[in-house]
Nanobody, 116 residues
């Protein structure tokens, strides 16, 4: 069993910054990638950023240049630094871990609210 614990969400004004963290624990054998998704009310869950455990990254066009995903392999932790936040970034942010199985594990989500 794998557990993902997210933290760092909150309320911030437009133009501000937040940093999300996602720590993985449990029976983790081989991580292929970790990613951040988000889901706004009435919308589908969408990929925000992904990082392969080798280090390569990809981002949604809407966050390129503003968000940065990084990881600490030793701690099985992934981060999402979010700068220049906009009201449209408001959503519940979810962490996902994909193993080489491949199996997917999801965190419980953390709310990010950006006020205008």
């Amino acid at each position: 069993q794998v557990q993902l614990v997210e933290s760092g969400g909150g309320l911030v004004q437009a133009g501000g910054s937040l940093k999300l963290s996602c720590a993985a624990s449990g029976n983790i054998f081989s991580i292929d990638s970790m990613a951040w998704y988000r889901q706004a009310p009435g919308k589908q869950r969408e990929l925000v950023a992904r990082i392969k455990w080798g280090g390569s990254t990809n981002y949604a066009d809407s966050v390129k240049g503003r968000f940065t995903i990084s990881r600490d392999n030793a701690k099985n932790t992934v981060y999402l630094q979010m700068n220049s936040l906009k009201p449209e970034d408001t959503a519940v942010y979810y962490c996902k871990l994909t193993t080489l199985g491949p199996y997917d594990y999801w965190g419980q989500g953390t709310q990010v609210t950006v006020s205008s």
